[in-house]
């Protein structure tokens, strides 16, 4: 039963990530100058994901639009960022955003507040 529930669940996310891929449209433009500064900041993010989950694939969205390139890591089982994500942030719960800045790291969970400190920061 559990397995049913999984399958179904995986293949509902595999349905809204490949939604989600045919209407992203267009990502936000710079010039040169700015999207290499923010290639630069976004060096110090990477978000923790599993592919099919909805509020991953919401922040991924987010994230694709704002043209910030942020290393994804897969945190499903079996993946050895699991463990990191839950060592760093202190539980396994995606999407969680890893922030690294000035020596710093902070770990972020809830897709709308990864989602507004990233518009903050990037948009
Ligand atoms: N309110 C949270 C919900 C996140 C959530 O429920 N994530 C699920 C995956 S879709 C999760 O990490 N569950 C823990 C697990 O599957 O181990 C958000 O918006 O980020």
């Not at 993010?45 to 639009?65: E, G, N, V």
């Not at 969680?96 to 990864?114: A, F, K, N, P, T």
């Amino acid at each position: 039963m559990k397995f049913i529930i999984k399958l179904i669940r995986n293949l509902l996310g595999g349905l809204i990530a490949l939604a989600d891929l045919l209407t992203r449209g267009s990502k936000l433009k710079r010039t040169p100058e700015q999207q290499q500064a923010i290639n630069t900041a976004a060096q110090g993010l990477s978000l923790y994901q599993f592919f099919a989950c909805p509020f991953c694939i919401k922040t991924r969205r987010a994230i694709y639009k704002l043209n910030v390139p942020i290393e994804m890591r897969n945190a499903s089982e079996g993946s050895p960022h699991r463990q990191e994500l839950k060592d760093g942030g202190g539980k396994v719960k995606v999407p969680c955003l890893r922030i690294e800045q000035d020596g710093q790291v902070q770990w972020m969970y809830e897709s709308s507040e990864i989602i507004r400190y990233l518009e903050q920061r990037f948009s």
